[in-house]
């Protein structure tokens, strides 16, 4: 949060509420309670006025609300957690979940970092806990299809059942359906890409390929996650691997070093466009 230097009119409306809010300041039994209550709902106005800055100004907020003159804040909604979120990046690992990603879950945990996770069907009937833990900690899980196909090989009635097989399974674990999707090896058609909207899935490619499941060397993941990473970015990565997880501490504190924060990619693109690929914000 940035600090502003408060401007004088602004100190003056404040200290004048102040002022003709202290019980000296009332007139003695004299129907001080609509007066008061005329004088609140006038400060309240006064303070609602103040520019946005000065306003969230540290000390005029806590003022403000020692007077009584902020009401309760409004639920966090997620265009607003979107608007906060220029430097957020989205870390997404693929195929699993498999005997590595629970490790991985904890590191996040302890990070107090979220992701997301393009799963399988196979995989998340095996692991309803796992899938559980993720979207308990704030992470989307996607769905990575049925089968681990390429799509574009397959007509619109078996993409679509791809899609919906695995939906079924992550509802069954979380009772939370999908609404993103990666299909495997980044391969898409207009069939694929169709099926997709239909199905009210938006499609996560991704800008950065760390390659991990290649050369399975954390500190290469780590290095190219961290260097290649930018404000809006989605990495790719595969939970399945040890050496994937193995790199995850090194990334969350190398992005978080370069000012970028890893969270899921609800959060980040909160009202993905079904049919859209995004391989970024
Ligand atoms: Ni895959």
């Known amino acids: 949060m940035k600090f502003h230097r408060l401007p004088l009119s602004a100190a003056a409306i404040l200290t004048a509420t102040a002022l003709s809010l202290t019980p000296a300041a009332a007139a003695p039994n004299s129907g001080s309670s609509a007066v008061q209550h005329a004088v609140t709902s006038a400060a309240k106005d006064a303070y609602s006025a103040l520019p946005r800055e000065i306003k ?3 000390v005029v907020k806590d003022h403000a609300k020692n007077l009584g003159l902020v009401d309760k804040p409004a639920p966090r909604t997620a265009p607003r957690r979107a608007r906060d979120c220029g430097n957020c990046v989205a870390l997404t690992f693929d195929d699993g979940p498999a005997a590595p990603t629970n490790r991985l879950l904890g590191i996040l945990k302890d990070k107090k970092a979220t992701a997301s996770f393009f799963v399988t069907a196979p995989n998340a009937r095996k692991m309803p806990k796992t899938l559980q833990r993720m ?49 495997p090896y980044g391969a898409m058609n207009d069939t694929v890409t169709g099926v997709a909207r239909d199905e009210g899935m938006a499609i996560a490619f991704w800008q950065v390929d760390t390659l991990d499941w290649q050369h399975r060397d954390p500190q290469r993941t780590c290095r ?39 969270v899921s990619l609800d959060h980040m693109i ?12």
């Open 135 to 183: 979207t308990g900690h704030g992470h989307t899980v996607g769905n990575h299809g049925a089968t681990h196909s390429e799509m574009t090989a397959l007509s619109a009635e078996r993409v679509r059942g791809e899609i919906r097989e695995t939906n079924d399974a992550v509802e069954s674990a979380t009772g939370t359906r999908p609404h993103w999707m990666r299909p």
């Open 56 to 58: 969230d100004n540290p």
């Open 270 to 281: 909160p009202a993905a466009t079904p049919g859209r690929v995004y391989s970024h914000r």
């Open 224 to 262: 190219v996650a961290v260097d290649q990473a930018a404000a809006g970015h989605i990495i790719l990565m595969h939970d399945i691997h040890s050496t994937t997880v193995d790199a995850a501490e090194c990334i969350v504190d190398g992005l978080r070093a370069k000012g970028l924060e890893p």
